[in-house]
């Protein structure tokens, strides 16, 4: 996949925005992004997973602690693409947020 067919890719999926609740009994909220679920009748799976490779192979590594479980560190490639960076959790979820709001910290090569 180039970026060109991951910028096509990202234009035809229902990005939905996460609920900006309380998890658990934190009384903390996730940081505000945008989600997109594999197997969502809107998305072409094969197309998702081909990007999930494009943010692996072209992305960088970065640590992020979630406001809601800050002794928990997971580690993540992401990859940025007009203005948004795109990360992917398994099992089938991408995640972006705009660049200037990211949260994570990059992993030095």
Do not use: Q
């Not at 903390?28 to 990007?51: L, Q």
């Amino acid at each position: 996949m180039t970026v060109r067919d991951a910028e096509d890719f990202i234009a035809s999926v229902p990005w939905r925005a996460v609920k900006m609740v309380a998890v658990g009994d934190t009384g903390k909220m996730p940081d505000p992004h945008e989600y997109v679920i594999k197997g969502w009748r809107e998305v072409d799976a094969d197309v998702f997973d081909a990007f999930v490779r494009l943010i692996k192979a072209e992305g960088y590594r970065a640590r992020y602690r979630a406001p809601y479980r800050p002794d928990h560190v997971m580690t993540n490639h992401y990859l940025e693409i007009g203005g948004w960076c795109y990360w992917f959790i398994y099992p089938g979820m991408l995640n972006r947020e705009r660049v200037e709001h990211r949260k994570h910290e990059p992993i030095p090569d």
